[in-house]
């Protein structure tokens, strides 16, 4: 009987000890996939920065954008963009606790950790780009680390703390991303292209002329507009911005009828329209 006891009592405490290495190591693992995201989410944001910053300097525009939620929370945004000649590009943003963003200087933007510059062993600031030098970081006992080499090397460069993204402005021209510490990036938005006319006919003495303002919406500073006559009939456009201008109309010596066709092109988008046109003696 006291030979049960003893077996049963120490089935109890190999139990609880089971109990509780089962609990540590399920509280390790959580911490090491813990940390397995947030070395993946920095090094994501790496690589969206990176294209978001090229994007930006080749003119693209906003598309889409929008919120990452988990458990009510944001977590992170989502940004669609366009270039001129390509297909739409959508990035990722998470709100990191690893600060590494982007600032700009001199026209160049370079990257940025916990809001310092970040820089190589002769202290040059590295540009912020998806070629040449692309960081890499990781997140070890609550320090970040980056290395230059392809992770072959690594150093200290800061502490995790406040999360990458301060806020986002969403407006009706724009999409600012405002990071920690001040620096933002704002891509225009992909507007409608539209084009007013002040007047869609015109009728004048022959031989004579007249002209018609033109007001363009949604496009941006390569917009243009080509003019095409015929019939005798002369035009030409003179912008006095990149998004307003006049046209010029001159009618032939005859009296007729005719039409002007105004075409408005801009990175790969148009829109065609005319101006009806008439000439009396």
């Not at 959508?90 to 820089?119: C, F, I, Q, R």
């Not at 243009?224 to 002369?234: F, P, T």
């Amino acid at each position: 009987m006291k030979r049960f006891v003893f077996l049963a009592a120490a089935a109890v405490l190999c139990l609880a000890a089971c109990n509780k290495y089962d609990s540590e190591i399920a509280d390790l693992q959580r911490q090491i996939d813990e940390l397995v995201t947030a070395n993946s989410k920095v090094n994501d944001n790496v690589a969206s920065l990176g294209k978001i910053v090229e994007a930006l300097q080749k003119a693209a525009q906003v598309t889409s954008f929008s919120q990452i939620t988990e458990g009510g929370k944001v977590v992170g945004y989502t940004v669609t963009f366009k270039e001129e000649g390509k297909p739409e590009q959508t990035v990722t943003v998470y709100n990191s606790p690893a600060n590494v963003s982007v600032g700009e200087e001199g026209g160049k933007y370079y990257w940025m950790v916990n809001g310092d510059w970040l820089t190589d062993d002769a202290g040059n600031k590295i540009e912020a780009c998806t070629t040449g030098i692309v960081p890499e970081f990781r997140i070890t006992a609550g320090i970040i680390e980056v290395s230059l080499d392809g992770g072959k090397t690594w150093k200290a460069v800061g502490e995790v703390g406040t999360p990458v993204v301060d806020n986002i402005i969403d407006s009706e021209e724009a999409v600012t991303i405002v990071m920690a510490g001040g620096a933002s990036i704002t891509i225009p938005k992909l507007r409608d292209l539209t084009l007013t006319l002040s007047a869609t006919s015109l009728t004048m003495a022959a031989g004579g002329g007249r002209s018609v303002t033109y007001t363009i919406a949604g496009g941006s500073e390569n917009a243009r507009i080509l003019l095409y006559a015929k019939d005798g009939w002369s035009a030409t456009a003179t912008a006095t911005s990149s998004s307003k201008g006049y046209i010029e109309i001159n009618s032939p010596d005859a009296a007729g009828t005719s039409e002007v066709l105004v075409f408005l092109s801009d990175n790969g988008r148009a829109v065609v329209t005319s101006i009806a046109v008439e000439s009396t003696k």
